[in-house]
Nanobody
Framework: QVQLAESGGGLVQPGGSLSLSCAASGSIFEIKAMGWYRQAPGKQRELVARVNRDGTITYADAVKGRFATSRDTIWNRAYLQMNSLKPEDTAVYYC?????????????????WGQGTQVTVSS
């Protein structure tokens, strides 16, 4: 299986910046796509940014021009740089990975999630 560990959340004032990191670890696996989602209180989890299978990047409209994501395919890490943060960006941010894992001699593709890291934007 694959474990995802996020780091870098915290409290920041409006207009400030934060960086999130996600490290993937586990047994034999191959990551196909990796990205970030967030969930605010009372709302559904939503896509923030994602490096797709073909290397293209998708951003939610709400974060375009402010957030940037990247993926390190050698070290199986993902990063999210968040600039010009707004109070409405407050949420728990989750790292997500779609990965092929070798289970019982068979490659299977599964969806994996980190435990989440809180980002609070407030003055």
């Amino acid at each position: 299986q694959v474990q995802l560990a996020e780091s870098g959340g915290g409290l920041v004032q409006p207009g400030g910046s934060l960086s999130l990191s996600c490290a993937a670890s586990g047994s034999i696996f191959e990551i196909k796509a990796m990205g970030w989602y967030r969930q605010a209180p009372g709302k559904q989890r939503e896509l923030v940014a994602r490096v797709n299978r073909d290397g293209t990047i998708t951003y939610a409209d709400a974060v375009k021009g402010r957030f940037a994501t990247s993926r390190d395919t050698i070290w199986n890490r993902a990063y999210l740089q968040m600039n010009s943060l707004k109070p409405e960006d407050t949420a728990v941010y989750y790292c997500n990975a779609v990965a092929r894992v070798l289970l019982g001699g068979v490659w299977k593709e599964n969806d994996y999630w980190g435990q989440g890291t809180q980002v609070t934007v407030s003055s």
